[in-house]
């Protein structure tokens, strides 16, 4: 399950949140390296998700000026 967030005024940052199928699972904030889109470390993000956490990943865009 993926519910990609709205990122309107957040400031160069995007959000994604990736459930569990558990119940009540542990959440983990993922962080990803500056520069890197969620898109490339979503492998983790699934082994996270298969061992049964809850996964909210960020990442840092690069501001426009």
Same mark, same amino acid.
């Given at each position: 399950?993926?519910?990609?967030?709205?990122?309107? $005024? #957040? $400031? $160069?940052? *995007? &959000? %994604? %949140?990736? $459930?569990?199928?558990?119940?009540?699972? #542990?959440?983990?904030?993922?962080?990803?390296?500056?520069? =890197?889109?969620?898109?490339?470390? *979503?492998?983790?993000? *699934? &082994?996270?998700? *298969? #061992?049964?956490?809850?996964?909210?990943?960020? %990442? =840092? =865009?690069?501001?426009?000026?």
């Amino acid at each position: 399950m993926i519910r990609p967030a709205p990122v309107a $005024g #957040a $400031g $160069g940052f *995007r &959000r %994604e %949140e990736f $459930g569990a199928a558990s119940p009540a699972p #542990a959440v983990i904030f993922f962080i990803c390296p500056y520069g =890197t889109s969620i898109s490339a470390v *979503r492998w983790a993000i *699934r &082994r996270l998700c *298969r #061992a049964g956490y809850h996964v909210v990943a960020y %990442e =840092t =865009t690069r501001r426009s000026s």
